[in-house]
């Protein structure tokens, strides 16, 4: 029954043979064209200015199609390219340096070398792809342009006409704009995000921004975005690690100003209580940005959410026993006298250790003030209009993992014991491990999400455990030494000890054993972030004979010293994959003015024999199905 009201709609759809004839030729001809172009990217933390620049020049890509596009020609790719990427910028340049005369062929010149780039770039897609892609605004004149063949003689004049009209319009940089957009789209076809969107990095809510309104993309979640979803969600002890850390980089500003997040309460309560310690000095890339006062506030603000944060970590740890996390109650392990701690049977002095608001006797408590502090921020965060977009979205295109085209996406690990065996994490009667436990974390994210009044249930619960448990795929150590970094001199307890997939996924043996528990073939690949590759160490980032591959894009500042470049992201088209290697960002500036781009090393990860067409990939068995459905609607069109 349910088949055939399957059937009936599909064939109000399809009003006639003739139209399902069109739709399965329309098909077969989709799934015969070459695959699209996808974009890897990952750990981007917030660096908005090189991400945007990224994902102007593919990395990389938009260069190697004029290459290939104006082939020997004499053509100035760099500057072609510098137009491409931010279009409005270098043509105020343009007009700054020329005369109107000079600026009319200016325009001439480059509409006539941009469109050919259209024409190439689209070459993969369906002429109704193309049609939806165009601004609407020019749909007209730049299908025109592409249809009609400038290098006849009988055409010429009519493009020129076309061409000499938009520019006595005043249309012709928007024009250019519009076709510079198309071509940036055209080179990619899908965008996948492989986590850590937030923390560290000024501008997240702009990347966010970007995202919303790019063409095709996913995103996988990392640590860093799982916090701020589990704050949205209703963990009060997310919110204060959120602020926590925007208060160590100099963040702050994107949750108060941008996502008029009220931190008023919060300032008053850190100033009546701390007083600055160099040990909380927030970690800025321009010192010279902030005052001494906004440092001083900055560094008393970090104070007071360390503290409230390890009084709530206590709270939940004692709540959930089967996290196995009680060492981690830190504020129940120290000897409030001596002014001291034990550890893994260790005793070890605390430094700086200040702590005004909690009770020895019942170190974990949340004081009046407090209780009314957090649940004050945590309202203001919930109720917060840009924010709730935000984690929406970031929910809706979100995943733990995703298999695409035959390889695993994630951001973190799979849990494994030292032997190579998937780890377990025990809940009751239960245990979860591999793709299984990756399938209860989703849905234990996703029913939090959907209850957001709720504050102390497991589901919320278990959103901090994946921010630092030790059978986290997100987290992938054993624990998270945060108040060890701030109130322990011996740097042995700073080490935070990696789970044995860091090592493991060296071993093609134990890769291929992963992705046949995702379903997946053993010729596929793992893409990973969440791990800076130290390059500059000689770290290689194909690890397993090209098995696994780690694209930790390295964009935060402030893992460029471990790194020794802008880290990796990763191209996979028709002819197989590459790896590409950058350099930091400088500026929008020097990119437009001295066409400076992020200098990019391409390493050829795996060529295939043949193109991979669209029949081969996510979409293709979509639309595979759509045809065998179609094909039934045919042969039976009388019965329906």
Not at 10 to 24: D, G, I, M, W
Not at 111 to 129: A, F, G, H, M
Not at 300 to 314: D, H, S, V
Not at 549 to 560: H, N, P, T
Request: proline share 3%.
């Amino acid at each position: 029954m349910l088949e055939e009201n399957y059937y009936r709609l599909l064939k109000e759809k399809f009003v006639n043979k003739e139209s399902v004839v069109t739709e399965l030729i329309n098909l077969e001809a989709i799934l015969r064209l070459p695959k699209g172009t996808e974009h890897f990217i990952s750990d981007v933390h917030g660096e908005y200015d090189a991400v945007d620049h990224v994902l102007r020049n593919g990395s990389g890509s938009v260069k190697e199609k004029l290459a290939e596009c104006f082939n020997e020609s004499i053509v100035d790719i760099d500057d072609l390219a510098t137009l491409i990427y931010y279009p409005e910028e270098k043509i105020q340049l343009e007009k700054e340096k020329k005369t109107s005369a000079e600026m009319k062929e200016w325009y001439a010149q480059n509409i006539r070398l941009l469109t050919p780039v259209v024409n190439y770039t689209s070459r993969k897609y369906t002429r109704s792809k193309v049609h939806k892609a165009l601004p609407v605004r020019f749909s007209y004149i730049i299908e025109e342009l592409l249809t009609e063949n400038q290098q006849e003689t009988d055409k010429q004049a009519y493009i020129q006409v076309i061409i000499d009209n938009v520019i006595q319009l005043d249309q012709a940089a928007p024009l250019i704009s519009a076709l510079c957009y198309v071509i940036q789209r055209f080179v990619v076809d899908h965008l996948h995000v492989v986590g850590d969107i937030y923390d560290r990095g000024p501008a997240p809510d702009l990347i966010m921004e970007r995202l919303i309104h790019y063409h095709s993309v996913d995103i996988q979640w990392g640590n860093h975005d799982i916090i701020w979803l589990a704050s949205m969600a209703g963990s009060p002890l997310a919110l204060i690690n959120v602020l926590r850390i925007c208060a160590r980089y100099g963040n702050l500003t994107i949750i108060e100003d941008r996502y008029g997040v009220n931190l008023r309460p919060l300032v008053e309560y850190a100033h009546k209580y701390y007083t600055a310690l160099d040990k909380f000095a927030p970690k800025l890339d321009d010192e010279n940005s902030f005052s001494a006062t906004e440092k001083d506030s900055l560094n008393k603000i970090q104070q007071a959410t360390a503290i409230l944060q390890f009084k709530l970590e206590g709270q939940l740890i004692k709540r959930r026993p089967e996290f196995l996390m009680g060492e981690r109650n830190m504020l129940d392990l120290i000897d409030y006298t001596n002014a001291t701690i034990q550890l893994n049977g260790k005793t070890y002095s605390l430094v700086d250790f200040a702590a005004p608001t909690v009770d020895p006797a019942d170190p974990c408590t949340l004081t009046e003030e407090e209780d009314e502090l957090v649940k004050k921020l945590l309202h203001s965060f919930q109720t917060s209009e840009p924010l709730k977009r935000h984690m929406d979205f970031l929910l809706e295109k979100g995943n733990m993992y995703l298999c695409y085209n035959g390889n695993l996406l994630l951001h973190g690990c799979i849990p494994l014991h030292q032997n190579g065996d998937f780890k377990s994490f025990r809940v009751g009667q239960e245990q979860y491990s591999g793709k299984n436990l990756l399938d209860f974390f989703e849905e234990q994210i996703r029913y939090s999400y959907s209850h957001p009044e709720i504050s102390a249930d497991f589901a919320t619960d278990l959103l901090w455990y994946l921010w630092t448990g030790e059978c986290s795929s997100l987290f992938g150590k054993k624990v998270m030494a945060t108040f060890e970094r701030y109130y322990i001199e011996d740097p042995h307890t700073h080490r935070e000890e990696k789970n044995a997939y860091y090592r493991l996924r060296n071993q093609e043996a134990i890769c291929q054993e992963i992705l046949k528990d995702f379903n997946l073939p053993i010729t596929g690949h793992i893409i990973n972030g969440h791990t800076p590759v130290k390059a500059y160490k000689g770290e290689n980032p194909i690890k397993a004979n090209g098995s696994m591959l780690v694209i930790d894009g390295g964009f935060a500042k402030s893992y460029q010293k471990e790194t020794g470049l802008a880290g990796y992201t990763l191209l996979s088209n028709s002819y197989g994959l590459q790896l590409v290697a950058h350099q930091p960002f400088s500026s929008v500036k020097e990119a437009v003015e001295q066409q400076i781009d992020i200098l990019s090393t391409k390493r050829l990860v795996e060529r295939v024999e043949s193109r991979t067409t669209v029949a081969q990939t996510n979409i293709g068995k979509k639309l595979i199905q759509e045809k065998k459905a179609l094909e039934n609607l045919y042969k039976n069109y009388d019965f329906y």
